[in-house]
T-cell receptor, first 116, second 115 residues
Framework: DTEVTQTPKHLVMGMTNKKSLKCEQH?????MYWYKQKAKKPPELMFV???????INESVPSRFSPECPNSSLLNLHLHALQPEDSALYLC???????????????FGPGTRLTVL | AQSVTQLDSQVPVFEEAPVELRCNYS??????LFWYVQYPNQGLQLLLK??????LVKGINGFEAEFNKSQTSFHLRKPSVHISDTAEYFC?????????????FGQGTRLTINP
């Protein structure tokens, strides 16, 4: 099973709202990723967690707050977003992220976020 | 830093025709290359990857790619496309930073299959 699930599929929120995106995998992977994808663009890395610890933060604004409560779950907490944050948010996971650069990242279907 | 360049933003082809999607990479160290496909309103799915060994890599859905070190290329090919191959295709390279693996994508190639 190479499935990464994401909820919700769609989310519409106002600029003053607080919401969370959820990602889950049961492949025993120890590295998890958040990407942001704007229309007609490639995914851009936001955060990397390795063994439940934040390894990479690609200078993402603090209105995005990641959380990795355990090895299977990854959350992205959203607060005071701007309309330009509207995008497809993709979660991915890989075996460990420690064995060089050969791990395959498996992607979820994404959450399409609209900020009004 | 490692990077990939996809030379064509759009490729239109007729059904059952062959197709080649071009990808060139830039790297000063060992390189690991991937091709992902993204169907409309979906996430990314791995088509194939090159880690080492044979330079001709076979993937899912009849796709294959050839790693060419001298030309720093990793072009994706399919001998006969189907309407269902209409999608966005991303070439990607991995490299390590801050103890973690980073996947860097090209700009993508939109493959459109015409009947």
């Amino acid at each position: 099973d190479t499935e990464v699930t994401q909820t919700p599929k769609h989310l519409v929120m106002g600029m003053t709202n607080k919401k969370s995106l959820k990602c889950e995998q049961h492949m025993g992977h120890r590295a998890m990723y958040w990407y942001k994808q704007k229309a007609k663009k490639p995914p851009e890395l936001m955060f990397v967690y390795s063994y439940e610890k934040l390894s990479i933060n690609e200078s993402v604004p603090s209105r995005f707050s990641p959380e990795c409560p355990n090895s299977s779950l990854l959350n992205l907490h959203l607060h005071a977003l701007q309309p330009e944050d509207s995008a497809l948010y993709l979660c991915a996971s890989s075996q460990s992220g420690l064995a060089g650069n050969t791990d395959t990242q498996y992607f979820g279907p994404g959450t399409r976020l609209t900020v009004l | 830093a490692q990077s990939v360049t996809q030379l064509d933003s759009q490729v239109p082809v007729f059904e059952e025709a062959p197709v080649e999607l071009r990808c060139n990479y830039s790297s000063s160290v060992s390189v690991y290359l991937f091709w992902y496909v993204q169907y409309p309103n979906q996430g990314l799915q791995l088509l194939l990857k090159y880690l080492s060994g044979s330079t001709l890599v076979k993937g899912i859905n009849g796709f294959e790619a050839e790693f060419n070190k001298s030309q720093t290329s990793f072009h994706l090919r399919k001998p006969s496309v189907h309407i269902s191959d209409t999608a966005e295709y991303f070439c990607a390279v991995t490299w390590r930073i801050q103890g973690a693996q980073k996947l860097v994508f090209g700009q993508g190639t939109r493959l459109t299959i015409n009947p």
